[in-house]
């Protein structure tokens, strides 16, 4: 028999009490009534004995209650019932999140890794239900708990090492704290197959360099579970680490052009033993062009460097660090592309110069970038387009009607691509719009309103008005239109029609249309019911009008690739193709090609540095993809950062002491079941019935024979 709470054991030294009452009681056994005292004089009766106990049953049962009183608070319970000890093969859950990021790739880091993973594997008692997740910046399973589960013991040992054995490093970066919340996710999702599953021991085994590169954000709101522990299988490179970043925005100035000087950042590690690098640029062929520059770079800290383009000859491709002991980061692929010259053009009556009219203010929109220059070419609406195969046109603006020869030229161009802005700045017949949308023409009237409108309905996941729709840019209630027109809306197609005719982007708070969209083949009509001449609305002074007109610009974006920088993982805008029926192709650094259905126009596998081209679009495309740089950052974390996130990891300490617990918890369950301390609370009770009954009956005799003694003489 055990107890659950020994302690209070030290209750039963409450049985000395009584004993001790009854010892020391003095009073004579017996007394003899006398009729005056006055003459004699006092003597206390003399005891024949010092101490003697009276009533021995009445002690013992005192003793008794007292005694079943204590055990009963001890709550003791029979082990006989379960076994003492825990085996040590006891049913536990394990997943084993294996770090696969680019950091693996330094020196034997990887081997050591899978073999911290074999390792754990191979201590995995016959009971344990085992899942294996690798991560880098995303967590993907190797082996499920479900599959595990319909495995036997040494079937489930070996499918695990074989799917060890086939991992490889990726070039992705890491999300260290998304990877935990999700590990957690799944051993606490799985479903308990038995009674005593919900106390089955859980833990995660993470194998990982903890380099610092990795993001812990998503612990930062994540309450970790107490019964799950983390168990670090770290492996460490003592080897430093230099890395380099090209910096955002390095080609300065809009007449930059390629030719020049990129810059880019070196960092050295801190606990690094070399301060001193050199950079050269490398081409396609890998093979080295132009002359190196020397880079100093004391440890912890970093320092920008110009580097030269080579001049003449094959086109750079890669800037190369070399003095680094840890290579895996040391390329960055710069890929410059042409600068685009884009053809805005206006049809209309307006001069440049005047601050009344639509192009003043369209002029000063558009300027000049690193990347693109923007042309704005102004005509009147009745001379005739002239093509220049040399400046396509990429957006056309309208201001009122044309000649039907024009329109026609415009619809061509939506067609091809080009994005066609019709500004009803004045009434009119219809007859230009209807031919841009293949129409009938539909009158275009002045509303007769005498007060100023608001935009008030808008489609924010619409391309125009999607650099809007943040809450702090989404306020168009300062922006009045003094005059609109009012478009008919039977421009739109009838209900159910597919693809529709044209679509209302944003209205006047009266109703009528304020924008309308419709799709022409490969390109689009806009149609603006007012303008923003300072006749006709605040639009052109507001801080919406830029936004605006260069998604305008955009609004078919033929060269997507803009970014300064896109990393292994990102996914990739890609130029739509040149024939819709067919997809485009993209050729990894690697040489594979990957066919994307029709239609597609995003890339989710730049799964490696390098230059990617893409084929099928107007023009051949490239664009380059590099390793994030916080997989240069290869010092490890320290334990207690996981600690301050709340991580219950796992110590030889903490592991007996669960034990213990564990213990405990066997011993709570038994006394749980048993409740031995009903039955002496019972017991006790009918010990003090017994007693309380022997006591009184004791004390009867004593009172009658005081009331039955004769009075003595009087005095």
Same mark, same amino acid.
């Given at each position: 028999?055990?107890?659950?709470?020994?302690?209070?054991?030290?209750?039963?030294?409450?049985?000395?009490?009584?004993?001790?009452?009854?010892?020391?009681?003095?009073?004579?056994?017996?007394?003899?009534?006398?009729?005056?005292?006055?003459?004699?004089?006092? &003597?206390?009766?003399?005891?024949?004995?010092?101490?003697?106990?009276?009533?021995?049953?009445?002690?013992?049962?005192?003793?008794?209650?007292?005694?079943?009183?204590? =055990?009963?608070?001890?709550?003791? =319970?029979?082990?006989?019932?379960? &076994?003492?000890?825990?085996?040590?093969?006891?049913?536990?859950?394990?997943?084993?999140?294996?770090?696969?990021?680019?950091?693996?790739?330094? %020196?034997?880091?990887?081997?050591?890794?899978?073999?911290?993973?074999?390792?754990?594997?191979?201590?995995? %008692?016959?009971?344990?239900?085992?899942?294996?997740?690798?991560?880098?910046?995303?967590?993907?399973?190797?082996?499920?708990?479900?599959?595990?589960?319909?495995?036997?013991?040494?079937?489930?040992?070996? +499918?695990?090492?074989?799917?060890?054995?086939?991992? #490889?490093?990726?070039?992705?970066?890491?999300?260290?704290?998304?990877?935990?919340?999700?590990?957690?996710?799944?051993?606490?999702?799985?479903?308990?197959?038995?009674?005593?599953?919900?106390?089955?021991?859980?833990?995660? +085994?993470?194998?990982?360099?903890?380099?610092?590169?990795?993001?812990?954000?998503?612990?930062?709101?994540?309450?970790?579970?107490?019964?799950?522990?983390?168990?670090?299988?770290?492996?460490?490179?003592?080897?430093?680490?230099?890395?380099?970043?090209?910096?955002?925005?390095? +080609?300065?100035?809009?007449?930059?052009?390629?030719?020049?000087?990129?810059?880019?950042?070196?960092?050295?590690?801190?606990?690094?033993?070399?301060?001193?690098?050199?950079?050269?640029?490398?081409?396609?062929?890998?093979?080295?062009?132009?002359?190196?520059?020397?880079?100093?770079?004391?440890?912890?800290?970093?320092?920008?460097?110009?580097?030269?383009?080579?001049?003449?000859?094959?086109?750079?491709?890669?800037?190369?660090?070399?003095?680094?002991?840890?290579?895996?980061?040391?390329?960055?692929?710069?890929?410059?592309?042409?600068?685009?010259?884009?053809?805005?053009?206006?049809? %209309?009556?307006?001069?440049?110069?005047?601050?009344?009219?639509?192009? =003043?203010?369209?002029?000063?929109?558009?300027?000049?970038?690193?990347?693109?220059?923007?042309?704005?070419?102004?005509?009147?609406?009745?001379?005739?387009?002239?093509?220049?195969?040399?400046?396509?046109?990429?957006?056309?603006?309208?201001?009122?009607?044309? *000649?039907?020869?024009?329109?026609?030229?415009?619809?061509?161009?939506?067609?091809?691509?080009?994005?066609?802005?019709?500004?009803?700045?004045?009434?009119?017949?219809?007859?230009?719009?209807?031919?841009?949308?293949?129409?009938?023409?539909?009158?275009?009237?002045? *509303?007769?309103?005498?007060?100023?409108?608001?935009?008030?309905?808008?489609a924010f996941d619409h391309p125009l008005f999607a650099p809007f729709a943040a809450p702090q840019y989404s306020d168009f209630t300062r922006v009045h239109f003094w005059k609109h027109r009012k478009v008919r809306e039977d421009l739109l197609a009838p209900e159910g029609e597919k693809p529709p005719r044209a679509r209302v982007i944003a209205r006047f708070e009266d109703g009528d249309p304020a924008v309308l969209e419709a799709p022409v083949e490969r390109g689009y009509v806009v149609v603006m019911a007012s303008g923003w001449s300072p006749d006709d609305s605040q639009l052109a002074r507001s801080s919406k009008f830029v936004p605006?007109?260069?998604?305008?610009?955009?609004?078919?974006?033929?060269?997507?690739?803009?970014?300064?920088?896109?990393?292994?993982?990102?996914?990739? +805008?890609?130029?739509?193709?040149?024939?819709?029926?067919?997809?485009?192709?993209?050729?990894?650094?690697?040489?594979?090609?990957?066919?994307?259905?029709?239609?597609?126009?995003?890339?989710?596998?730049?799964?490696?540095?390098?230059?990617?081209?893409?084929?099928?679009?107007?023009?051949?495309?490239?664009?380059?993809?590099?390793?994030?740089?916080?997989?240069?950052?290869?010092?490890?974390?320290?334990?207690?950062?996981?600690?301050?996130?709340?991580?219950?990891?796992?110590?030889?300490?903490?592991?007996?002491?669960?034990? #213990?617990?564990?213990?405990?918890?066997?011993?709570?369950?038994?006394? %749980?079941?048993?409740?031995?301390?009903?039955?002496?609370?019972?017991?006790?009770?009918?010990?003090?019935?017994?007693?309380?009954?022997?006591?009184?009956?004791?004390?009867?005799?004593?009172?009658?024979?005081?009331?039955?003694?004769?009075?003595?003489?009087?005095?």
């Open positions: 028999m055990s107890a659950l709470t020994p302690l209070y054991l030290l209750g039963l030294l409450a049985v000395a009490a009584p004993i001790v009452f009854h010892l020391i009681r003095r009073a004579p056994k017996g007394e003899v009534p006398f009729s005056s005292l006055i003459f004699l004089s006092p &003597s206390p009766p003399r005891l024949t004995r010092r101490s003697r106990l009276d009533n021995l049953w009445l002690l013992l049962l005192r003793a008794a209650a007292l005694s079943l009183l204590a =055990f009963a608070f001890a709550r003791p =319970f029979l082990r006989e019932a379960a &076994s003492w000890t825990l085996p040590e093969d006891a049913p536990r859950r394990t997943a084993i999140l294996i770090d696969t990021s680019a950091s693996l790739r330094r %020196g034997d880091l990887w081997a050591r890794a899978k073999a911290a993973a074999r390792r754990v594997v191979e201590d995995c %008692g016959p009971t344990e239900e085992l899942a294996i997740l690798a991560f880098d910046r995303t967590e993907r399973p190797v082996l499920t708990f479900r599959e595990s589960s319909t495995l036997t013991a040494p079937q489930r040992r070996a +499918v695990a090492l074989a799917r060890i054995d086939a991992l #490889e490093p990726t070039w992705a970066s890491t999300d260290l704290g998304q990877a935990l919340v999700d590990a957690v996710a799944a051993v606490e999702e799985v479903a308990d197959s038995s009674d005593r599953s919900a106390r089955m021991p859980r833990r995660i +085994v993470l194998v990982s360099d903890l380099q610092q590169g990795g993001r812990l954000d998503a612990l930062g709101e994540f309450e970790w579970p107490t019964d799950v522990e983390l168990d670090l299988k770290a492996v460490a490179d003592d080897a430093s680490n230099a890395g380099l970043r090209r910096l955002a925005g390095s +080609v300065e100035g809009s007449e930059a052009g390629p030719a020049a000087e990129p810059r880019v950042r070196v960092f050295n590690d801190a606990a690094s033993s070399r301060d001193r690098f050199i950079l050269h640029w490398t081409g396609s062929d890998g093979k080295k062009l132009g002359d190196p520059v020397d880079a100093y770079v004391p440890p912890g800290e970093s320092r920008v460097v110009r580097i030269p383009r080579p001049e003449g000859g094959q086109a750079p491709q890669s800037i190369v660090l070399t003095g680094d002991s840890a290579p895996f980061d040391n390329a960055l692929h710069v890929l410059d592309e042409p600068r685009e010259e884009a053809t805005v053009r206006f049809l %209309g009556d307006d001069r440049p110069d005047d601050p009344n009219g639509l192009l =003043f203010y369209l002029m000063r929109v558009f300027i000049d970038t690193p990347r693109r220059t923007v042309k704005v070419v102004a005509q009147s609406p009745n001379a005739p387009i002239a093509a220049d195969p040399a400046h396509p046109v990429r957006l056309a603006v309208l201001a009122g009607e044309t *000649t039907p020869e024009n329109a026609r030229r415009l619809r061509d161009l939506a067609r091809t691509g080009s994005t066609l802005l019709y500004v009803a700045a004045r009434p009119g017949s219809g007859e230009t719009l209807g031919t841009l949308l293949a129409s009938p023409p539909r009158p275009i009237e002045e *509303t007769r309103s005498k007060r100023d409108a608001l935009i008030s309905e808008i605006l007109m260069m998604a305008m610009l955009d609004r078919r974006d033929v060269r997507p690739f803009e970014a300064e920088e896109r990393t292994v993982g990102d996914r990739i +805008v890609l130029p739509a193709p040149k024939d819709p029926k067919h997809g485009l192709s993209v050729r990894k650094p690697s040489g594979a090609t990957v066919n994307l259905a029709p239609g597609v126009t995003t890339f989710d596998q730049a799964d490696e540095p390098g230059i990617y081209t893409v084929t099928g679009a107007d023009v051949p495309r490239s664009f380059a993809v590099n390793l994030d740089p916080s997989e240069s950052k290869t010092t490890a974390w320290n334990v207690e950062s996981l600690e301050q996130f709340g991580c219950r990891l796992a110590s030889a300490e903490r592991k007996t002491m669960d034990r #213990e617990q564990q213990r405990q918890m066997h011993n709570a369950e038994l006394e %749980g079941r048993q409740k031995m301390w009903r039955w002496l609370i019972l017991a006790t009770l009918g010990i003090l019935i017994v007693e309380t009954g022997l006591a009184g009956r004791l004390a009867r005799p004593r009172q009658s024979q005081n009331q039955n003694q004769p009075e003595g003489p009087s005095s």
